[in-house]
């Protein structure tokens, strides 16, 4: 079965330290692969995206992520956290031919002071 | 410059009576979503509109309907809120549908900022 799978529920870091969230996805083909992230009672904003090309692709405030075939992953970094990313971030998948994402269930992220 | 609106932000309403969430879209886009996301879990797709042709996941309850009158707006229904439907509801629009879009490297799809329905 198709899935996207984010290992970890929860992940507490300090502000100023480095962030690595996981996805892991479980499809035949490459898919599409996204970033969102979604604050509290908020929407969903699109970090980054992947279609092709480049394996590591940069997104907006200083996240990145790189796709990797082998281990089907797209783990999310950013190399200094700020308390403002305190969020839930969800890793999502969009296969070819199919007009829908799948998502993961979503890590939420706690920064400490 | 929002550019997909969702009103209200909070509605609460009784179990069992009906109950319209709004969407709307500055984008012109042709494809217009509706997710449920409940408690720290990922957004479901309820259904999506592609310019006037509905289409609906196979596990979206009865209970769940959508109007699209125009491009701009798109209504979700709930004819008889049970306690479960609370959730967050988004809305999200893409330029076209999400295959033909992802082919050409453009577009993803474009979230609201949600309406948190109550059902007492």
């Known amino acids: 079965a198709q899935s996207v799978t984010q290992p970890d529920i929860h992940i507490t870091v300090s502000e100023g330290a480095s962030l690595e969230l996981r996805c892991n996805y479980s499809y035949g083909a490459t898919p599409y692969l996204f970033w969102y992230v979604q604050s509290p009672g908020q929407g969903l904003q699109l970090l980054l995206k992947?279609?092709?090309?480049?394996?590591l692709v940069q997104g907006i405030k200083g996240f990145e992520a790189e796709f990797k075939r082998s281990q089907s992953s797209f783990n999310l970094r950013k190399p200094s956290v700020h308390w403002s990313d305190a969020a839930e971030y969800f890793c999502?998948?969009?296969?070819?031919?199919?007009?829908?994402?799948?998502f993961g269930s979503g890590t939420k992220l706690n920064v400490k002071p | 410059d929002a550019m997909v609106i969702q009103n209200p932000r909070y509605q609460v309403t009784q179990f069992g009576k009906p109950v319209t969430l709004s969407c709307s879209q500055t984008?012109?886009?042709?494809?217009m979503y509706w997710y449920q996301q409940k408690s720290s879990q990922a957004p479901k797709l309820l259904f999506h509109?592609?310019?006037?042709?509905?289409?609906n996941e196979a596990d979206t309850p009865d209970n769940f309907q959508s109007r699209r009158p125009n491009t701009s707006f798109c209504f979700l229904d709930i004819r008889s809120p049970g306690l479960g439907d609370a959730a967050m509801y988004l809305c999200?629009?893409?330029?076209?549908?999400?295959?033909?879009?992802?082919?050409?490297?453009?577009?993803?799809?474009?979230f609201g900022p949600g309406t948190r329905l109550l059902v007492l």
């Open positions: 984008l012109n886009h042709n494809v």
């Open positions: 992947y279609f092709s090309g480049d394996t």
């Open positions: 999502a998948v969009v296969v070819n031919n199919f007009n829908k994402f799948y």
């Open positions: 999200a629009t893409s330029r076209d549908l999400m295959a033909s879009s992802l082919l050409d490297g453009k577009e993803t799809q474009y």
């Open positions: 509109y592609y310019d006037k042709d509905f289409n």
